[in-house]
């Protein structure tokens, strides 16, 4: 079966870590700057208060004047979830990252090792920790599992059978499928208010009303796709950081500074000679809260130029000055070297870029990202209809 872990409200735990006290008071992450000034997660307090996620800013100020925004720490956000995915993968499981607070693993081959599918999803959430309010979910497709995690109390694992499975999604409100709040709100419009209600439509006429999304959002109510699971790639983790006696801003000392963490960062004997795929770029604010922007290069490269000219603009986008930078690769390449031929076959050259090409598509957005598209009914008046993507992972 497939399992889904899920911690609601990650990004807003892992930002209050450093600040426990605010846990049991009115809370909400603060919007990024530059972007629609909607909140993020809230705590138990601020829902009480009739603060809600997704809420604009100046409304939930009104409605709640002692609502405190906490700054958004992407670094925090980046390291806690990391240390859960090893706590994972040391616990034995092949895990699947879907974002930060959810991710999905396959339960066949660990069911042997913990005595059956509940006790393999009651070591999943020990691994986790208490203090995440962790949940689990098991089903025999995607959504069905992360739709069980989602109604799932904290520290609880809930499994859905297969018979189970439309039963079990039908009176659930829309809120849990991939779509649109403009969608959403359509379906509504329309007397759709639970899962079970848009699963008896057509999916003929679902797809040419809504679209691409519809489409999925009816896949989905019917459970979801059946995608076997992806073990992530395990992160470098060759890390450099230099912190400051007090607060810098000024550019060009930061540039200075990258300079030095470049340096130092391919200096490391843990590299090994391998290129460099992806690098990661982070701060910490004097304000509080941090910084982090992620480059995937589209050669990889150790020449120390075109990563400053890849890394070092990143740096004019910092919102306040820092007290700490921090420089990582965050993926290598797999081999130092290609071999060299005297004679290539026809083709192979290209083959190879493409194969580097989808590589490094994965490395910047993730597994699933790349799919093939498979003609299902070439016939069908609906363009959505003609044809499926499906997950390529070779």
């Given at each position: 079966m497939i399992a889904c872990l899920l911690i609601p409200g990650f990004e807003l735990r892992a930002a209050l870590r450093s600040r426990p006290s605010l846990e049991l008071e009115p809370a909400a992450l603060a919007p990024r700057e530059g972007t629609e000034p909607l909140l993020g997660p809230v705590t138990a307090a601020a829902e009480t208060a009739g603060v809600r996620p997704g809420m604009r800013l100046g409304e939930a100020l009104a409605t709640c004047p002692s609502l405190v925004l906490v700054e958004q720490d992407p670094a925090a956000t980046e390291q806690a979830w990391e240390e859960i995915l090893r706590r994972?993968?040391?616990?034995?499981?092949?895990v699947e990252p879907e974002e930060p607070g959810c991710l999905y693993f396959e339960t066949r081959g660990i069911e042997r090792l913990?005595?059956?599918?509940e006790r393999a999803l009651e070591r999943a959430l020990t691994a986790v920790g208490s203090a995440w309010d962790p949940r689990a979910g098991a089903a025999g497709r995607r959504f069905a599992a992360l739709a069980a995690?989602?109604?799932?109390?904290?520290?609880?694992?809930?499994?859905?059978?297969?018979?189970r499975t439309r039963d079990f999604l039908a009176p659930l409100p829309l809120t849990l499928l991939p779509l649109q709040s403009a969608r959403r709100a359509e379906l509504?419009?329309?007397?759709i208010?639970?899962?079970?209600?848009?699963?008896?439509?057509?999916a003929a006429a679902v797809a040419e009303r809504l679209g691409r999304d519809g489409r999925?959002?009816?896949?989905s109510?019917?459970?979801g796709t059946r995608r076997r699971i992806n073990g992530r790639r395990l992160p470098a983790e060759i890390v450099e950081a230099l912190e400051f006696p007090e607060a810098v801003a000024n550019e060009l000392t930061l540039r200075r500074a990258f300079t030095v963490l470049l340096e130092r960062l391919l200096a490391r004997p843990e590299r090994e000679n391998r290129f460099a795929r992806k690098l990661a770029v982070s701060a910490r604010l004097a304000a509080g809260g941090s910084w982090r922007r992620t480059v995937t290069l589209r050669d990889p490269t150790v020449e120390r130029d075109r990563l400053k000219a890849a890394l070092a603009p990143k740096l004019a986008e910092l919102p306040a000055p820092v007290v700490e930078l921090r420089l990582e690769l965050v993926e290598l390449t797999e081999s130092n070297g290609q071999q060299l031929e005297?004679?290539?076959?026809?083709?192979?050259?290209?083959?190879?870029?493409?194969?580097?090409?989808?590589r490094q598509v994965r490395a910047s957005t993730g597994s699933g990202s790349v799919a093939t598209v498979v003609e299902v009914a070439p016939w069908s008046r609906i363009p959505e209809a003609r044809a499926i993507l499906v997950p390529r992972d070779d």
């Open positions: 994972l993968e040391d616990s034995g499981f092949t913990y005595g059956g599918l995690a989602s109604v799932a109390r904290p520290g609880q694992a809930l499994v859905v059978a297969d018979e509504e419009n329309f007397g208010r639970k899962v079970g209600e848009l699963a008896e439509l057509p999925q959002a009816w896949s109510a019917h459970g005297l004679v290539q076959p026809a083709g192979n050259e290209l083959d190879v870029r493409l194969r580097d090409s989808l």
